[in-house]
């Protein structure tokens, strides 16, 4: 039987993994960042957890945060694509000092306090539960400061700095919670032209398709959403180089 101290040193790291995973439902994709800007989308994993696909982000990389796209199937208005880049970059540049300090605290938190958990060095846990609170604390101070660069409401900024400094091992993930506050719907056909790092657009292209052949099977053949997936589908195809 693993003793309290192990028990809490695997639970830390859980709960760190179990925040920063994203549950997607169908028709909603996540566009990961990468250096410089938009690096690639993904549409969760291959399996399904009650109707949602999940995704893990790179728990390695908490200094790149990533945005939820609904892509519509509706036929209803969409959000232009070029409109929604430019947002995405400009939220990416606001984020990047809590960015940093949201990835310095990850290491007291899920790799050092962990560690002296199983090897008993109390002082040491203390010590690394201490620098986790400063560094969330500093995040969340820049994130009340740049509220308004981040397009954030003041119940959004409660929310994220109550969760940060409440659930320490949630704090490394405090740049991904800012950046999933936002929300953006466009059409599928338009999400390879939000402005991708490298030529990689045929690759994009056929994920999409990919997403759009698979979300079919949820829709009924008669319904407006079907026809919309079909000419959006036929479009893509069209684009072919």
């Keep these: 039987m693993p003793s309290t101290e192990t028990l809490l040193a695997i639970a830390l790291v859980l709960v760190y993994l179990l925040d920063s995973m994203l549950f997607l439902r169908i028709g909603e994709t996540v566009v990961v960042t990468g250096r410089g800007g938009i690096s690639r989308l993904s549409f969760g994993g291959s399996f399904e957890l009650g109707g949602r696909r999940p995704y893990l982000p790179n728990p390695l990389t908490p200094y790149r945060p990533c945005f939820r796209i609904a892509w519509g199937i509706s036929g209803g208005a969409t959000d232009e694509v070029a409109s929604v880049s430019q947002d995405m970059l400009r939220y990416l540049r606001a984020i990047r000092p809590v960015a940093s300090l949201a990835t310095l605290s990850a290491v007291p938190i899920v790799i050092v306090a962990p560690l002296s958990l199983a090897f008993g060095q109390q002082l040491v846990f203390l010590a690394s539960v201490a620098a986790t609170v400063l560094l969330a604390l500093c995040g969340c101070v820049l994130v009340v400061l740049r509220k308004k660069e981040l397009g954030l409401s003041a119940w959004q900024v409660c929310t994220l700095v109550f969760v940060a400094l409440v659930c320490l091992p949630c704090s ?52 407006p959403e079907f026809k919309t997936i079909e000419e959006q589908i036929r479009q893509l195809d069209g684009c072919k180089s």
């Design 172 to 223: 490394p993930n405090l740049a991904r919670a800012v950046m999933l506050q936002h929300g953006w719907t466009c059409a599928a056909r338009d999400l390879v032209n939000l402005g991708f790092e490298g030529p990689q657009s045929d690759t994009i292209r056929l994920q999409i398709l990919a997403a759009l052949t698979d979300a079919k099977r949820y829709v009924s053949e008669e319904s």
